[in-house]
């Protein structure tokens, strides 16, 4: 037995340990192999961004090749023209700040005030004896180096090598930045002109039986990068637009140029934007005679920054990445540290193939949970967990809510019945205690007891398909009901919900425990069979004792029809039937609308049975 335990244990670790594992593994393999990863993350991000241009100009009959050479050819030409104009510009501020200096020397100046000033001649007299007691004051002595002489190493360096070694390292210095845009242009291109040949190795790689899932995945993820490029792209340029009108009626000069460097180092998650701002601040500190312009200059920064970061980019990105604003934050800390500044630009699209990834792999939903931006719990998960913390007004608000945009109906089938579901798995396994217990089924008792009187609001529509039992009265007579409740806890709630449908259906209900069941009230039904016959079951142990009740009522009641409802169970009604066979029930009904729409077919067929009106 204990070997039989141990193993058993074995056997509950590996699973837990596997997915730490596998994450250690894709971090390690995303760090060492970041050389070749980034340029191709950079070649996506920029395929997807070029990727509807290239799609516009092929509807326009374009070869897919010249759209690619076109669009490279447009996005280099104006790459390079913002580039030679910025370029210029910084070389004239450079140029024409030198100017400014003493005025910048001036305002430094004038930050220092007169206890700061007499601070800093305290801390220069300490420094002063400081350096007295340090200092030998005997004699040197000739011939005999001091303890504060120090031997230089000295090093025979040959000029020409020398020489060639800094044209060498200045040469390096150029080729690399080169050499990388030179991959990521070749890697674009490649994505671009053979966009389906990916897609196709993708799909090989996926499996024939993951098509559908794969493919799915595929749209989601370019469709999200798409809009969020270029919604990135929009929100920048009118960012850059707006601060640069602002620094030119500020009087700020250049302000074109900053309103440019502003909108290009958003890219650059958080740093870029602080970055956007010190190069124009520093310029109206070293330009403007007093203050004022300086404030103006970060007033503006922060008008904007506020409305753009807390109410345009959650509006736009949040609804069309699918992340959370946290996780944005979160994510690129994650790929800074891990690719430095290429994975803080890369944080965002990176992060959404990780959550696109969650929401189609089950295995690794965890990342769409703590990622994505549906943040909400269910309803039924919410009630369920507010009834645990036996806070009985804000679950009955939950069900207030629903009400307003759902029907009666679908609060039982959708909310209630799945949290007494959840509520019998909970205690069954031994994790819901008895006072929680009773308190939960308290106060569901408790609302579907109010929700008796409860009238459906206008725009609320009944989907079980069940008109007023008024009208349904005037029509003809409705064949009466009877709700059996297998056993006790919640058995007898949902049987208590499908008798409250019922009669507001317009059918006479009786409401009986299977206990009450007793041989006259048997032979008492077996005389009328046009009566209908519910039994009331709750998984997930209820089948047995549905099973038992429906066989004792059909040894006596032959002729009555008689439906099992197996309240919110996955198991289908063929093989709950298969089960059942030996009670013979007519149907297996999962749900309260299913209930209500099965007793309108079987009243239509008494309808046209003149033996059972």
């Given at each position: ?5 141990m193993?058993h244990?074995?056997?509950v ?5 596997k997915?730490?594992?596998w ?5 390690l393999?995303?760090?060492?192999a970041?050389a070749l990863?980034i340029?191709?993350a950079?070649a996506?991000?920029l395929?997807?961004l070029l ?5 516009w100009?092929?509807r326009m ?5 010249a759209?690619?050479a ?12 913002v580039?030679?104009?910025v370029s210029?510009q910084l070389?004239n501020?450079?140029q ?8 910048l ?6 930050l220092h ?12 007299a300490?420094?002063?004896?400081g350096?007295?007691f340090?200092?030998?004051?005997g004699?040197a002595t000739?011939?005999?180096p ?5 031997a230089l190493?000295v090093r025979v ?16 210095r150029f080729?690399r930045p ?6 990521v ?5 490649y994505?671009?002109?053979k966009?389906?040949?990916?897609r196709h190795?993708?799909l090989q790689?996926?499996g024939?039986?993951?098509i559908?899932?794969m493919t799915?995945a595929?749209?989601?993820?370019a ?8 919604m990135?792209?929009?929100v920048n340029?009118c960012?850059?637009l707006?601060f640069?009108?602002g ?15 502003a909108?290009?180092?958003r890219?650059?998650?958080y740093v870029?934007t602080l970055t956007?701002l010190?190069?124009?601040l520093v310029v109206s500190i070293?330009?403007?005679a007093?203050?004022?312009p300086?404030?103006?200059?970060l007033g503006?920064f922060l ?5 753009v ?7 736009l990105?949040s609804?069309r990445?699918?992340i ?5 934050l979160?994510?690129a ?5 891990l690719w ?6 890369l944080s965002?699209?990176?992060t959404?193939?990780?959550v ?5 792999i ?5 990342l ?5 931006s549906?943040a909400e719990l269910?309803a ?5 967990e ?5 806070d ?8 207030h ?9 679908e609060?039982?089938d959708?909310?209630l019945?799945?949290?007494?579901s959840l ?6 396994k031994g994790l819901?205690?008895?006072v929680?217990?009773n308190?939960l089924l308290?106060?569901?008792r408790?609302?579907v007891?109010e ?6 609001t ?7 398909g069940?008109r ?6 005037k029509?003809?007579?409705e064949l009466?009901?009877v709700?059996v409740?297998?056993?006790e ?6 049987t208590?919900m499908?008798?409250?449908l019922?009669e507001?259906a317009?059918h006479p209900?009786?409401m ?5 069941l007793?041989?006259?009230v048997?032979?008492?039904l077996a005389a009328?069979?046009?009566?209908m016959?519910f039994?009331?079951a709750l998984?997930?142990?209820a089948l047995s004792?549905?099973k ?7 040894r006596?009641?032959?002729?009555n029809?008689i439906?099992v409802g197996l309240?919110n169970?996955d198991?289908?009604a063929?093989r709950?039937?298969?089960?059942m066979?030996?009670?013979r ?6 749900t309260m609308a299913?209930?209500l729409?099965?007793?309108?077919r079987?009243?239509?067929?008494a309808s046209?049975?003149?033996s059972?009106r």
């Amino acid at each position: 037995m204990a070997n039989g335990l141990m193993a058993h244990g074995r056997g509950v670790e590996l699973p837990l340990g596997k997915p730490f594992l596998w994450f250690a593994v894709i971090i390690l393999t995303l760090f060492f192999a970041k050389a070749l990863l980034i340029p191709l993350a950079l070649a996506l991000t920029l395929a997807f961004l070029l990727a509807p241009a290239v799609g516009w100009l092929e509807r326009m009959r374009i070869p897919r090749v010249a759209s690619v050479a076109i669009v490279g050819a447009v996005t280099l030409v104006g790459v390079l023209g913002v580039g030679y104009v910025v370029s210029r510009q910084l070389i004239n501020v450079a140029q024409t700040l030198p100017a400014y200096q003493a005025n910048l020397h001036a305002k430094v100046a004038a930050l220092h005030s007169p206890a700061e000033q007499s601070v800093e001649k305290a801390l220069s007299a300490v420094e002063g004896i400081g350096s007295e007691f340090t200092t030998d004051s005997g004699p040197a002595t000739p011939g005999v180096p001091t303890p504060s002489a120090k031997a230089l190493p000295v090093r025979v360096v040959d000029p020409g090598e020398s020489q060639i070694e800094a044209d060498f390292e200045f040469l390096m210095r150029f080729l690399r930045p080169v050499g990388a845009i030179g991959i990521v242009g070749v890697f674009t291109i490649y994505m671009l002109v053979k966009r389906e040949e990916l897609r196709h190795r993708l799909l090989q790689l996926a499996g024939i039986g993951h098509i559908n899932l794969m493919t799915q995945a595929l749209q989601d993820a370019a469709t999200r990068i798409s809009e969020y490029l270029v919604m990135q792209f929009a929100v920048n340029a009118c960012y850059g637009l707006l601060f640069g009108s602002g620094l030119f009626l500020i009087g700020v000069p250049n302000a074109t140029l900053w309103g440019v460097i502003a909108g290009l180092l958003r890219i650059v998650p958080y740093v870029g934007t602080l970055t956007g701002l010190l190069l124009p601040l520093v310029v109206s500190i070293s330009v403007s005679a007093s203050w004022w312009p300086p404030v103006l200059v970060l007033g503006l920064f922060l008008v904007l920054e506020v409305a753009v970061t807390n109410i345009v980019e959650p509006w736009l990105y949040s609804s069309r990445t699918g992340i959370s604003s946290l996780a944005l934050l979160a994510s690129a800390i994650f790929w800074a540290l891990l690719w430095g500044w290429p994975g803080l630009v890369l944080s965002t699209p990176l992060t959404v193939c990780m959550v696109v990834l969650g929401r189609y792999i089950p295995q690794m939903s965890f990342l769409n949970t703590l990622l994505g931006s549906e943040a909400e719990l269910s309803a039924e998960a919410h009630f369920y967990e507010r009834l645990l913390a036996m806070d009985q007004e804000e679950a009955r608000a939950i069900v207030h809510r629903y009400l307003t945009e759902k029907s009666l109906v679908e609060l039982y089938d959708c909310v209630l019945i799945p949290t007494l579901s959840l509520a019998e798995q909970d205690r069954y396994k031994g994790l819901l205690d008895e006072v929680r217990s009773n308190f939960l089924l308290l106060c569901v008792r408790e609302l579907v007891t109010e929700l008796a009187e409860y009238r459906e609001t206008k725009g609320v529509s009944d989907d079980s398909g069940i008109r007023s039992g008024a009208a349904r009265r005037k029509e003809r007579k409705e064949l009466a009901v009877v709700c059996v409740s297998t056993s006790e806890f919640a058995d007898d709630l949902t049987t208590l919900m499908l008798a409250q449908l019922m009669e507001r259906a317009g059918h006479p209900t009786v409401m009986m425990s299977a206990g009450a069941l007793s041989t006259e009230v048997l032979a008492g039904l077996a005389a009328e069979p046009a009566t209908m016959i519910f039994i009331s079951a709750l998984p997930p142990f209820a089948l047995s004792q549905a099973k038992a009740t429906c066989q004792r009522i059909r040894r006596v009641l032959e002729h009555n029809r008689i439906a099992v409802g197996l309240w919110n169970s996955d198991e289908e009604a063929e093989r709950v039937m298969e089960r059942m066979r030996n009670g013979r029930p007519d149907v297996v009904i999962h749900t309260m609308a299913q209930a209500l729409q099965q007793v309108v077919r079987w009243q239509q067929r008494a309808s046209d049975m003149p033996s059972l009106r």
